[in-house]
């Protein structure tokens, strides 16, 4: 069975500090998919990003970066110079596919960021 | 703009009623979803639909059923809903395959008394 963890349940940090969100997944695929999605106050998950099992390259993308590693099993997400802005919940997801069709998300308990100005 | 769209974003019902929680997505994709969203436990999966008139059950699927009669509307129903059942719904669409990320409604945060 897949498993994703998110050790930090709620992490408080004051506006311009750089902070890393940990995510440590468990699965028997060699193939699978790993997401980051972010909710806001106003409650709808956000699609960030995905990585594939294939492709270990570190990704940027603005204040963003994320950190895959297949020999420690993690996904981890650093907010570099944080903003206020950045204050939600984060989650990790894995997806997997099924025999017979569809795909399947499972995710993390997530990560509360608090940002203080 | 994608969109999926639920019905209420806040539902007080009593133990007992039956509960029915709508989704609809905009954007053609086969799969949907229904999740439930509690402190500490991240989403959980109840049930989901691959195609129209198909679904399977995802991790608690007890005391929930679903209908997909459209391919663009897929529903959650509680046939008896208990206090327990008082959570954050989810409602997700995705186009098929696991590369592909899901589209989120804005939720339903539903409270049995």
């Known amino acids: 069975a897949q498993k994703v963890t998110q050790a930090q349940t709620e992490i408080s940090v004051v506006e311009k500090e750089d902070v890393t969100l940990d995510c440590v997944y468990e699965?028997?695929?060699?193939?699978?998919?790993l997401f980051w999605y972010k909710q806001p106050p106003s409650g709808e998950l956000v699609f960030l990003i995905r990585?594939?099992?294939?492709?270990?390259q570190n990704e940027i993308s603005g204040r963003y970066s994320w950190n895959f590693q297949k020999s420690t099993s993690s996904f981890n997400f650093t907010i570099t110079a944080s903003q206020v802005v950045d204050s939600a919940v984060y989650f990790c997801a894995l997806s997997e596919a099924l025999l017979y069709a569809g795909n399947m998300l499972t995710f993390g308990g997530g990560t509360r960021l608090m940002v203080k100005p | 703009d994608v969109k999926v769209t639920q019905s209420s974003r806040y539902l007080v019902k009593r133990t007992g009623e039956k509960v029915f929680l709508e989704c609809v997505q905009d954007?053609?994709?086969?799969?949907m979803f229904w999740y439930r969203q509690d402190p500490g436990l991240g989403l959980r999966l109840i049930y989901f639909s691959y195609d129209v008139k198909m679904k399977e059950k995802g991790d608690i699927p007890e005391g929930y059923s679903v209908s997909r009669e459209k391919k663009e509307r897929f529903s959650l129903i509680l046939e008896s809903a208990s206090t327990n059942q008082t959570s954050m719904y989810l409602c997700a669409s995705s186009n098929q395959g696991p590369r592909y990320e899901q589209y989120f409604g804005p939720g339903t945060r539903l409270t049995v008394t």
């Open positions: 990585r594939n099992s294939f492709d270990e």
């Open positions: 699965t028997r695929d060699t193939t699978y998919y």
């Open positions: 954007m053609d994709h086969e799969n």
